[in-house]
């Protein structure tokens, strides 16, 4: 039995001894199937193109997991330690020996979660490889989850995953679209972990909300607004995306670019 992976988006599908026809997250609005159609792949193929597995520190007590050359659509996964365990966010569609080791010398796993559907990569392979950690999932987006196992666990609104480690609920992108508030990180000022629930943008002073950020379907008014009420009262100075981060004085940056995003949906705008 073979664990498949597709390798547009690289997220793990369930043991079969053949592929699936199709995979529902890239067939979704959000995402999409390459022209040149779908395609799987497995940790050995990608193992033997390659592929490997590297952590590197962003700051103090956060790290970068990231595969090298990039699979997927490119996301980096993200470990952050804990005097209390560590949580593995949002993890890469690929894992390896050199990959677990790197993390276990920095204390290992506790907890795997991941902002939305998009962003679960490999989700189980590392809980297995870390003594069958659990896996978190808004029971709002319990339909997407392509790899069932008893390691998942469902959750909802909002969850303390470790002590100063806290999950909040958004929606947005999805309707279980979350953040990690990491109320020690950017030396005590606060982070957050964003995934796509918050994208930044190339120039990394700015961020985004988006249904779809590839096939640029945007949000309405009422979840762009949910998402302000909800971060806005969080302390935090800096923010962690999927893909790249914001320095010190992101609070204000988020409060301004999701009102600028509601000006132009409302017209408000002149051109």
Not at 47 to 66: C, F, K, M
Not at 74 to 87: V, W
Request: glycine fraction near 10%; proline fraction near 7%; aromatic fraction near 8%.
């Amino acid at each position: 039995m073979t664990i498949w992976t597709c390798a547009t988006c690289a997220i793990e599908h369930p043991c079969t001894p053949v592929p699936p026809q199709l995979c529902e997250i890239c067939t979704d609005e959000r995402q999409y199937v390459p022209a040149s159609g779908q395609r799987w792949t497995t940790r050995e193929e990608l193992a033997a193109a390659g592929h490997q597995i590297t952590v590197r520190e962003l700051e103090p007590d956060l790290y970068a997991v990231e595969c090298v050359p990039e699979f997927g659509i490119g996301q980096r996964g993200l470990l952050l330690r804990t005097a209390h365990g560590n949580l593995l966010w949002e993890p890469p569609g690929f894992i390896d020996d050199a990959g677990i080791a790197a993390i276990r010398t920095l204390g290992g796993i506790a907890v795997i979660t991941a902002s939305h559907p998009h962003l679960t990569g490999s989700s189980i392979q590392w809980s297995h490889a870390f003594g069958s950690v659990p896996v978190y999932v808004a029971a709002a987006d319990k339909t997407w989850i392509r790899r069932p196992d008893p390691v998942i666990q469902l959750w909802d609104t909002a969850l303390e995953l470790l002590p100063g480690v806290r999950m909040i609920q958004c929606g947005g992108h999805f309707a279980g679209s979350s953040i990690v508030h990491w109320r020690d990180g950017a030396t005590g000022q606060g982070a957050i972990l964003t995934g796509d629930t918050i994208g930044i943008g190339a120039d990394r002073a700015s961020v985004n909300v988006m249904r779809s950020y590839v096939n640029n379907i945007p949000l309405p008014e009422r979840a762009v607004r949910k998402i302000l009420d909800t971060v806005m009262p969080l302390p935090f100075d800096r923010i962690y995306s999927a893909f790249r981060a914001v320095g010190s004085g992101s609070r204000p940056i988020v409060d301004w670019s999701l009102q600028r995003y509601i000006s132009w949906i409302r017209g408000e705008v002149e051109e």
